[in-house]
């Protein structure tokens, strides 16, 4: 666990940098985390991520696929929209857990 | 005569055969149970099954010898639900009307979902562990197979028993060592997972164990397609594994009949509440086991705990009364390490495996997130435990349907 200040809010973060407090998230935050993963946030990232949030709220496991037949992204644009490991940098600048197994 | 309903005679819908039976009243309650098998498998011996460990006879019995006296058992395909009718329309056209409905129809592995995976190539160099014939056919490629890349490979989550495929990983090195043909086989482990373990406290103690055994990670592989005839497995980032034997865990989904029913969510997954199991359908209908979407793990274990639940809650809504929210994802599964050895986690929505003893604080016997001989004789145990207590709705000693942080290191 540490704190980190994103866009002047001070918000709680596991090892890996995920907030563990989505109380604590807006969108001048994630938009820092975005900067700091080298992504520039368009409407269509925020498009992906309020569907993220959405899915997250609601309890049902991510998952790349999931994503991809949500009707926002194909599977293809999200892999230009969050390069190199989409849904690990998409849950973090949602300020979401990372999509985990049981152990 | 009240009617309730199972869809189902797998491990969950059998648990609440039992369980309400003895609750309900036989002049006030009529109990049906519907499944299109007459076989009732054990799915936790199909991870033994390709290994020789396990005959296929010691993971099947038949349906009818746990189905309790006094429910009626259908052997029927189900075709779908008629919720604003509180029916059931079979496939042979006819119908089963219910007061109470408890949807236990599993999952199933959708090999289709993926190009090219269930093509010529499907149980010839490309195969499932998560069927009895998937199983079964992959014994019989593995007494024969010469050695060459075997990639052990999970399509996308959730699946049922999440570590079943690592598991199966750790196996083969026994497996190949004992044949003494290890030299021979290279083990790739390949998840959309950024890793083997992906809790901290579980992924502290366990990375040993992929050196140890030689096995090497691709994490991150979100499969798109596999070139059965080049045999390799390609994803969205362009990202390639070669394999020579590929076993996979195919995307896992809902029967179909949840999708004819028109409620499921886009795998087929029934929207349940996840403390008190009640469908977020209709407050008649109630889930169990691997058919609903809850965050909690898919496995046998889990659906005992949610059966003893769910039974209090059928009762409570019976009587009128408010529903219990106390389903707490609670999970206790052991997972083999090879080499006669095993490791035990408890864990539950909240609370992610941490090492400790169990199920006696401070005693154990057993240890968790550590390996041992007694976790493996606990995991070969289980198989008694199921067909003698867990399916029959017998309480296990020691272990409550909520998970205890006693003797338990956070
Ligand atoms: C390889 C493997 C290893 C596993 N290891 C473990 C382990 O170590 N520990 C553990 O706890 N769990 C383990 N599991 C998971 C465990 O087996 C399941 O979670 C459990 O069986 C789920 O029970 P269920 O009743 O929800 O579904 P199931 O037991 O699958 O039952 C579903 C039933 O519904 C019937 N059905 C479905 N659709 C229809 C229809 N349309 N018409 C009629 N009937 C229908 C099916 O025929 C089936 O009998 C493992 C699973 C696998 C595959």
Request: proline fraction near 0%.
């Given at each position: 666990m540490s704190e980190k200040t994103y866009a002047g809010v001070t918000v709680n973060c596991n090892d890996e940098g995920y907030l563990t407090d989505f109380a604590q998230w807006n969108k001048e935050v994630g938009a820092a985390i975005a900067k700091e993963e080298g992504i520039e946030m368009t409407d269509k990232h925020w498009e992906v991520i309020n569907y993220l949030q959405e899915q997250h709220k609601n309890g049902v496991p991510l998952s790349i696929r999931k994503v991809g037949k949500?009707?926002?992204?194909n599977i293809k644009e999200l892999y230009k929209l969050f390069p190199g490991g989409p849904l690990k940098k998409s849950t973090k600048i949602a300020g979401i857990p990372k999509p985990v197994s049981c152990i | 005569m009240k009617k309730l309903l199972i869809l189902g005679a797998g491990t969950s819908g059998t648990m609440m055969a039992n369980h309400l039976r003895k609750k309900l009243p036989n002049n006030e309650w009529d109990i049906t149970i519907v499944d299109k098998e007459k076989t009732h498998y054990y799915q936790p011996g199909f991870l033994f099954l390709p290994f020789d460990i396990y005959k296929s006879k010691q993971v099947k019995k038949s349906i009818d010898k746990f189905i309790p006296k006094g429910v009626n058992l259908v052997r029927e395909q189900i075709d779908r639900i008629n919720k604003d009718e509180d029916q059931v329309i079979l496939q042979n056209g006819k119908t089963l009307s219910y007061d109470i409905l408890i949807i236990a129809t599993g999952t199933n592995i959708a090999p289709q979902e993926i190009e090219g995976m269930s093509g010529k190539y499907w149980h010839k160099d490309i195969f499932d562990f998560y069927t009895y014939r998937g199983a079964k056919n992959l014994r019989n490629k593995l007494r024969e197979w010469k050695g060459g890349k075997l990639v052990v490979h999970i399509c996308e989550m959730p699946i049922k028993c999440p570590v079943a495929p690592l598991e199966f990983a750790f196996l083969a090195d026994s497996f190949f060592i004992n044949k003494n043909m290890r030299d021979k086989v290279e083990i790739t482990f390949v998840t959309p997972m950024d890793g083997a373990f992906t809790k901290p406290k579980a992924s502290k103690e366990l990375s040993y164990l992929l050196e140890e055994k030689n096995i090497k990670l691709v994490p991150n592989f979100n499969i798109e397609r596999v070139d059965g005839e080049n045999k390799k497995i390609i994803d969205y980032a362009e990202q390639e594994v070669d394999y020579d034997l590929l076993v996979t865990v195919p995307t896992n989904m809902g029967d179909e009949l949840i999708e004819r029913s028109g409620f499921g969510d886009d795998l087929n997954f029934v929207p349940t509440d996840k403390a008190t199991l009640q469908t977020k359908v209709k407050e008649n209908i109630f889930a169990i086991g691997d058919a609903t979407n809850i965050p909690a793990s898919k496995a046998g274990s889990v659906a005992h705990f949610e059966a003893e639940i769910l039974t209090e809650n059928i009762v409570r809504y019976i009587d009128g009364k408010e529903l219990k929210n106390k389903f707490d994802g609670h999970a206790n599964c052991f997972i083999e390490t090879g080499h006669g050895k095993a490791l035990l986690i408890d864990f539950n929505y909240t609370h992610e495996p941490v090492p400790g003893s169990f199920p006696l604080p401070g005693v154990g016997p057993l240890r968790l997130l550590k390996e041992s001989y007694m976790n493996h004789m606990g995991k070969l145990a289980f198989r008694w435990i199921y067909w003698n207590m867990l399916i029959k709705g017998k309480h296990i000693p020691f272990v409550t349907p909520e998970m205890s942080t006693a003797g338990k290191e956070f």
């Open positions: 949500s009707g926002v992204v | -």
